[in-house]
């Protein structure tokens, strides 16, 4: 595949610090974007990226002069990175959806995972439940980022484990999330297979 120009959000750690170093190795392309990039960015354009601040909660009117800004450097985007919790990357006009189980990054750091207090009562237990976890989890996930990230890629370029298959829509990466997928759909078949009957009864009597 020719050399192409990926812009990627949420750069200043974890994930999105993979794909720029992976794909500057790769030969292609990159607009590492995050909060504040020029202070928070400084490695990564010593290794070869552009970069853009750019904050994805602003108004839409700002995002939009960003992405002029972003096409300007070097007068075309082929591949959007979505790095925001979930992975959403591909062609500008073809993207898919990364659904990823839990891996080694700072996303759960203290200073990343912020807590508010609930205005509801009954929700604190809840909250608490879910800062016990993250913190729990910090530094604990099993998944390899490194390896992730070689896999979108893979997948976004067509080559190495994706060479000869078709694009999918939705891609779960992780047996965590593997195993809370089949879970879920074998829970919705049997449903379907238990209430046949009448999922079927529907269609107007000829």
């Not at 989890?137 to 484990?161: A, L, R, Y």
């Not at 694009?167 to 759909?185: N, Q, S, T």
Request: negative net charge.
């Amino acid at each position: 595949m020719p050399q192409l120009t990926w812009l990627i959000t949420g750069c200043s750690s974890g994930l999105g610090e993979h794909f720029v170093h992976q794909l500057l190795g790769r030969g292609d392309r990159v607009i590492a974007t995050a909060r504040n990039g020029a202070s928070r960015l400084t490695s990564l354009k010593e290794a070869g990226a552009a970069i853009l601040d750019l904050d994805v909660t602003a108004p839409q009117g700002e995002l939009d002069g960003k992405i002029q800004e972003a096409i300007a450097i070097y007068g075309i985007i082929d591949v959007l990175v979505n790095n925001a919790g979930y992975i959403e990357a591909g062609m500008v006009e073809e993207a898919v959806l990364f659904q990823l189980g839990f891996f080694r990054t700072k996303v759960m750091d203290s200073g990343n995972v912020k807590a508010e207090a609930p205005s509801i009562d009954d929700y604190k237990e809840l909250n608490t439940v879910v800062a016990d976890f993250a913190g729990g989890m910090n530094g604990d996930q099993p998944g390899d980022p490194e390896k992730s990230v070689n896999i979108m890629i893979d997948v976004v370029k067509g080559e190495g484990v994706a060479a000869g298959k078709p694009m999918p829509e939705r891609l779960p990466l992780g047996p965590d999330v593997l195993a809370k997928i089949r879970d879920k759909y074998t829970a919705y078949l049997e449903i379907c297979k238990e209430w046949k009957i009448v999922i079927v009864s529907t269609d107007i009597k000829k």
